[in-house]
């Protein structure tokens, strides 16, 4: 046994060396490290960084309703989130620009919105002098371009109109008028 026991100790005392020889120094304070002590190319501008680039959302999509022809296009665009009801009203103002289309819009110039807000699931847009100077079915399209926009909105149900804060009768798709609130289904005809 006794044999033995100098082999142990030296081998005990071989690894103790090597792992102080392997260990990282206790450094109290930051070094600074000259660009040629980076090892493996690490500061090479050539080599893709490691971790995958975190990109953060700057859009978001909402659906718009269009004019074309006599009825709506739906059309998804990208918006900034997060996307309130006056936002998705703003961006009717004008059309995207698409090869070879024929979209329009029905409430941009001038615009005949004044406010929209969202009370208890029903979208209440309150409207301008501006609608009343549309004629024929230039109303009911502008009408029926807010109501398809509007519904499409998570949480939105039917939708409410009123001029300068007063309840306003509006066209629904069969040539009605009504002061009730409306729906998609109303213009479900236009959808095309």
């Given at each position: 046994?006794?044999?033995?026991r100098p082999?142990?100790?030296?081998?005990v005392?071989l690894?103790?060396?090597m792992s102080a020889?392997?260990?990282v120094q206790?450094?109290?304070?930051?070094?600074t490290?000259?660009?040629d002590?980076?090892?493996?190319?690490?500061?090479?501008?050539d080599?893709?960084?490691?971790l995958p680039?975190?990109?953060?959302?700057?859009?978001?999509?909402a659906s718009?309703c269009?004019v074309r022809?006599?009825?709506?296009?739906?059309?998804?665009a990208?918006?900034e989130?997060?996307?309130?009801l006056?936002d998705?009203?703003?961006?009717?103002a004008?059309?995207?620009?698409?090869a070879g289309s024929?979209l329009?819009?029905?409430v941009?110039?001038?615009?005949?919105?004044?406010e929209?807000?969202?009370?208890a699931?029903v979208?209440?847009?309150?409207?301008l002098?501006?609608?009343?100077?549309l004629v024929?079915d230039e109303?009911?399209?502008?009408?029926?371009q807010?109501?398809c926009t509007?519904?499409?909105r998570?949480?939105?149900g039917?939708?409410?109109?009123t001029?300068?804060?007063s309840?306003?009768?509006?066209?629904r798709?069969?040539?009605s008028?009504?002061?009730?609130p409306v729906?998609?289904?109303d213009y479900a005809?236009?959808?095309g």
């Open positions: 046994m006794s044999r033995r082999a142990h100790w030296l081998l005392c690894l103790v060396a020889a392997c260990s206790d450094e109290r304070r930051a070094q490290v000259h660009d002590a980076v090892p493996f190319g690490l500061l090479d501008p080599i893709p960084p490691l680039r975190v990109t953060t959302v700057v859009s978001e999509a718009l269009f022809g006599g009825g709506l296009a739906v059309v998804e990208q918006l989130p997060p996307i309130e006056a998705v009203i703003n961006a009717l004008e059309p995207p620009e698409t024929s329009r819009t029905a941009g110039d001038p615009p005949v919105v004044r929209v807000r969202l009370v699931g979208a209440r847009v309150d409207l002098p501006a609608i009343t100077a024929g109303q009911l399209l502008a009408v029926a807010l109501v509007l519904t499409a998570p949480g939105v039917p939708v409410s109109f001029l300068e804060g309840p306003v009768d509006v066209p798709g069969d040539g008028l009504t002061s009730d729906s998609r289904d005809g236009l959808l």
